[in-house]
């Protein structure tokens, strides 16, 4: 996901490679185990599976405050960036409709790839019964099926008992209806409210990575968990979860390359002559901030876009538009529901579009690792699917990362397009090379 800042240090010393690392061993380990025995026997087991569960526990105890408070922040904002003039209403009428099309595509693309590449049976079944909770929690926050039910859960009668149940949908309802409630009110109130909430994120955010500092550690339990029961089986089937959610974006940012000839009026060829420099830093920081510099250059060198457009449109959107976030994010739910068995009703599809709606909004800016658990925890909560599973799906978080910042350049370069209107018509820099 595209982090804050770019990011420092080689590969093979951060975070992203211990935590792999700590996946495969574990893995390894606990196929071992499972051949040659462990000292301890099955009580040396229970101890590792709980440390990987005192883990896991750690993040989901960050999930509603941390969600609760980016969402008022965030839409406060989006309110102040409205009330900025009619171009920045115009982006973000922009930023929602190709949200909504994202959220769409997300579920035809994810339901689609896995009716054509199935997980294997086998291997699925392996990597869901080493799942540390296994799936009894399963649609245990999905009272009843239809329109009615979908209904009730739009406004929770006790937010704060809906926190408590994990009725993630009702915290996210109450949350916007309370950000919106919020810009209404006089700037000596609003400014110090807002500032209360943004330091409880921050806070939030900051036991977020105080907890991923033992990432490696609660990887390395949950995977000696999987390998203790299934041994090498599970990995065949993380790489098939790698290619579904990574097909999943490459399809989206290919039909950008449509959607911006058709209403941003640029061929598809000059789009990708202009988007490509933006991409290849993307590709190499996974920071859309960091890419922000040659997405103006090239907007205004490349596809027309003014500088006053370019110089509005592309910062709004590194600031509160990731259109990649709900495909990557439901592709991610939608292998876990078919990995643990759950059916996908019409009601569960309305439920995590609106949860990936807002948090795909909400965790704009937060670090990659950060907003893999923030983002789609939620998601998964609200449409029943157990989250036991994303904390190894985290280890391999690496590639997938990848092509959701350049699928969210590319995403911003289209919408500062549409944005612009009327025909193409590069400044004077657009003779410069690429």
């Known amino acids: 996901m595209q982090s804050a800042s770019p990011r420092r240090g080689g590969f093979l010393t951060s975070l992203s490679f211990q935590v792999l690392l700590a996946l495969a061993l574990g893995l ?26 005192l883990w ?46 994202a959220i769409v595509y997300a579920f035809a693309a994810g339901f ?48 704060i008992r809906a926190a408590a149940d994990d009725a993630i949908l009702g915290v996210v309802v109450f949350a916007i209806a309370f ?22 994120s921050e806070t939030m955010i900051v036991i977020v990575h105080w907890v991923l500092l033992a990432a490696p550690v609660g990887v390395f339990a949950l995977s000696f968990g999987v390998g203790l029961r299934t041994g090498l089986g599970a ?4 790489g098939h979860y790698i290619s579904i959610v990574v097909l999943s974006q490459v399809g989206l940012i290919l039909l950008l390359y449509v959607i911006v000839a058709v209403f941003g009026r640029v061929s598809p060829g000059r789009f990708a002559q202009a988007a490509a420099p933006a991409q290849v830093v993307a590709f190499s920081t996974q920071s859309s901030l960091a890419s922000l510099p040659a997405m103006v250059d090239r907007a205004r060198g490349f596809l027309g876009v003014s500088t006053a457009t370019a110089g509005l449109v592309l910062p709004l959107a590194v600031a509160v538009f990731r259109m990649t976030s709900p495909v990557a994010n439901l592709a991610v739910v939608l292998y876990c529901a078919q990995l643990f068995g759950v059916e996908i009703s019409l009601t569960q599809m309305l439920v995590g579009g609106v949860v990936a709606f807002a948090v795909s909004v909400a965790s704009v800016g937060l ?68």
């Not at 390894?28 to 569960?53: M, R, Y």
Request: net charge negative.
């Open 235 to 238: 990995a065949g089937t993380l």
């Open 56 to 101: 896991l526990n750690a993040l989901r105890m960050t999930i509603v405050p941390l969600v609760f408070s980016l969402l008022v922040v965030g839409i406060a904002s989006i309110a102040d960036a409205a009330a900025s003039g009619r171009m920045a209403v115009k982006a973000l009428v922009v930023f929602f409709i190709l949200l909504v099309f």
């Open 112 to 159: 689609g790839l896995l009716a054509l590449w199935p997980i294997d049976a086998e291997g699925g079944q392996a990597l869901a019964a080493g799942a540390a909770g296994g799936a009894e929690e399963v649609l245990r926050n999905v009272n009843g099926d239809g329109l009615t039910a979908f209904l009730q859960t739009l406004a929770p009668s006790n937010p």
């Open 179 to 200: 950000g919106f409630a919020a810009t209404r009110l006089p700037n000596r109130l609003r400014q110090p409210m807002t500032a209360f909430f943004e330091a409880v």
């Open 367 to 434: 670090p990659g690792q950060v907003s893999f658990f923030a983002s789609i925890a939620p998601i998964c909560i609200a449409m029943g699917v157990p989250v036991e599973l994303l904390p190894l799906l985290l280890a391999v978080e690496v590639i997938p990362d990848i092509f959701r910042t350049i699928g969210n350049v590319t995403a911003d370069l289209a919408a500062a397009r549409i944005v612009e209107g009327g025909d193409a018509t590069a400044e004077k820099e657009a003779g410069a090379g690429i």
């Open 28 to 53: 390894v380990a606990g196929a071992a185990a499972q051949v040659n025995g462990l000292p301890g026997g099955a009580g040396t087991a229970q101890a590792i599976e709980s440390l990987g569960g």
